[in-house]
């Protein structure tokens, strides 16, 4: 394929942005949750 | 509904996400498959299938931040600010896609990574202006301030979308302006559209789980402040 390279790595910078949001959003949305869930607990 | 379950807005964002995993990987088959290479760039072309869907998923995520932001200057309701935080964010992270896929594209096709040209200048600009706005709500303490500057920022921020658009028939630019399906491959526009649907429900899916965020650090934050008052 004619500069496959530049393709290839089109997708993956995309892929990889997006996946490491994901998984930060992720993480931030469950340590929210854990601190609503003990701060209701303690309330 | 209890601080720690899912809204509305969640639950839909979660249907979308369920149908952007199979969107995306039909698209990314017609895409990198099934679609065939452009007759003057070859296969480079196929960076576009991501490329302009990343522009697509910006500009739904600023849309939204923007109604949202008027919306909350008008109403003073929290949602609002939440869904506009999520749009922010999550047309940071495309805009920010967009650009370097561009930028990738451009290298074997123009010859540099990088040009002063006014469509990519003035979208880079828009950039900055969003990801100003990230950093103005982290320096925020003050729940109501946050929201409300950061509401006029978006709405600010907003402005250049219009001017990125049509920045490549204002002025001589190396961007090529918008092509016309009926132009170009019919199977090229269908992976393209397919792509889009797909880059627009992953933001959709994302945009709602930011918001799930924002109402919980948000709820989070008013108990720090007064223990005893819940998310309402």
């Given at each position: 394929m004619d500069n496959g390279g530049f393709v290839v790595a089109g997708y993956v910078v995309t892929a990889i942005l997006v996946s490491l949001y994901t998984w930060q959003l992720a993480r931030r949305l469950r340590q929210a949750r854990d601190i609503a869930t003990g701060k209701q607990r303690g309330a | 509904m209890g601080t720690t379950g899912l809204s509305r807005i969640g639950r839909l964002g979660t249907v979308a996400g369920l149908v952007a995993v199979p969107c995306l990987a039909v698209g990314l088959y017609l895409g990198l498959v099934w679609a065939p290479p452009d007759a003057?760039?070859?296969?480079?072309?196929?960076i576009m299938y991501v490329h302009f869907p990343s522009w697509i998923a910006t500009a739904l995520a600023y849309l939204t931040a923007f109604v949202c932001s008027i919306l909350y200057l008008a109403r003073r309701r929290d949602g609002y600010d939440y869904l506009a935080q999520a749009g922010v964010e999550v047309g940071v992270l495309f805009n920010t896609t967009g650009l370097i896929t561009g930028s990738i594209w451009g290298?074997?096709?123009?010859?540099?990574?990088?040009?002063?040209?006014p469509r990519l200048t003035t979208t880079a600009i828009m950039l900055i202006i969003f990801v100003g706005y990230l950093l103005v709500r982290a320096f925020l303490e003050d729940l109501e301030a946050r929201a409300r500057v950061g509401a006029l920022v978006a709405i600010m921020g907003f402005v250049t979308l219009p001017v990125v658009y049509f920045s490549v028939r204002w002025w001589r630019t190396l961007h090529q302006p918008q092509s016309s399906p009926?132009?170009?491959d019919p199977r090229m526009v269908v992976a393209l559209r397919v792509m889009m649907i797909a880059f627009a429900l992953t933001a959709a899916y994302l945009m709602s789980r930011r918001y799930e965020l924002a109402r919980l650090q948000t709820a989070n934050e008013r108990l720090e402040v007064e223990p005893g008052v819940r998310d309402g």
């Open positions: - | 003057m760039m070859g296969n480079v072309q196929r290298r074997p096709t123009w010859g540099v990574w990088w040009t002063w040209d009926s132009t170009v």
